[in-house]
């Protein structure tokens, strides 16, 4: 759910203030009630679970399994993670023939990095928090 919410808001997602859990004891244990500002204002509730932890994940799970989540998740920018080994490969070992110094390389690879992603914010078939009027 923090890699969607992250690639969907295009930041570090806050727990507390993106999202946050409620949990309550039940018969069966304890239920969790994830509410997600930052999407919608629907709750995504999960089964009911021996632990508050597992009922977190359970309400995650939930919120993860939401149609409109489905819909959009496949249209999102990719994570930082697979740009920065999509960029590796791309550059396989030309990046350590380069001349400079170390820091100057990295400067480099992070400089790419965020070109490739910046390319997907400017796609149609882009979601995005700022695409929706959400951020």
Same mark, same amino acid.
């Given at each position: 759910?923090?890699? $969607?919410?992250? !690639? +969907? =808001?295009? *930041?570090?997602? @806050? %727990? ?13 244990? @304890?239920?969790? %009630? ?10 995504? $509730?999960?089964? /009911? ?5 597992? /009922?977190?994940?359970?309400?995650? !799970? ?12 496949? #249209? =999102?920018?990719?994570?930082?993670? %697979?740009? %920065?080994?999509?960029? *590796? ?12 110094? !170390?820091?100057? !390389?990295?400067?480099? #690879?992070?400089? #790419? &990095?965020?070109?490739? +992603? ?8 882009? *979601?995005? /928090?700022? &695409?929706?009027?959400? /951020?």
């Amino acid at each position: 759910m923090n890699i $969607f919410l992250g !690639r +969907y =808001l295009q *930041r570090a997602v @806050i %727990k507390g203030e993106d999202y946050w859990y409620t949990c309550h004891e039940v018969k069966q244990g @304890i239920v969790s %009630k994830l509410s997600v500002p930052a999407w919608n204002d629907q709750d995504f $509730f999960g089964h /009911a679970c021996e632990t508050q932890k597992l /009922a977190e994940n359970a309400a995650a !799970r939930a919120f993860l399994s939401d149609p409109e989540v489905q819909e959009v998740a496949p #249209q =999102l920018p990719p994570s930082m993670e %697979k740009v %920065k080994r999509h960029v *590796r490969a791309k550059q396989g070992k030309r990046i350590s023939v380069l001349h400079g110094s !170390r820091k100057t !390389r990295l400067a480099q #690879q992070c400089k #790419q &990095r965020h070109e490739v +992603y910046n390319q997907y914010q400017y796609q149609d078939s882009c *979601r995005t /928090a700022i &695409r929706d009027g959400v /951020a």
